[in-house]
């Protein structure tokens, strides 16, 4: 059973940074597809970055250049830069992954970013 564990969330002034970490529990290299997503309260669950096997790089376009993802294969981690926070990016941050296009996301349990003054 893939395992997913997020790290790194906190309390943080606007204008702050915080860096999510998501660690895999097998080889980033086996995955297809990996990123972050998040949801605030009563909203749907939305895309913040995603990275492919191949390093194409997708934003939502709330975080666009504010955000950075990252994938490092040493430590089979996927990482989430995030600079000029906003209270809007208030959300529990997950981490998903998957093996094939075709395939459902493993997801892990979330990390709580607040950005409040």
């Known amino acids: 059973q893939v395992q997913l564990e997020e790290s790194g969330g906190g309390l943080v002034q606007p204008g702050g940074s915080l860096r999510l970490s998501c660690k895999f529990s097998?080889?980033?290299?086996?995955?297809?597809?990996m990123g972050w997503w998040r949801q605030a309260p009563g909203r749907e669950r939305e895309l913040v970055a995603t990275?492919?096997?191949?390093?194409?790089?997708r934003y939502g376009d709330p975080v666009m250049g504010r955000f950075t993802i990252s994938r490092d294969s040493a430590q089979n981690t996927v990482d989430l830069q995030m600079d000029n926070l906003k209270p809007e990016d208030t959300a529990v941050y997950y981490c998903?992954?998957?093996?094939?296009?075709?395939?459902?996301?493993?997801w892990g349990q979330g990390t709580q970013v607040t950005v409040s003054s």
């Open positions: 990275i492919t096997v191949d390093r194409d790089i």
């Open positions: 998903g992954a998957k093996k094939s296009k075709r395939e459902n996301n493993f």
């Open positions: 097998e080889s980033v290299g086996a995955f297809y597809g």
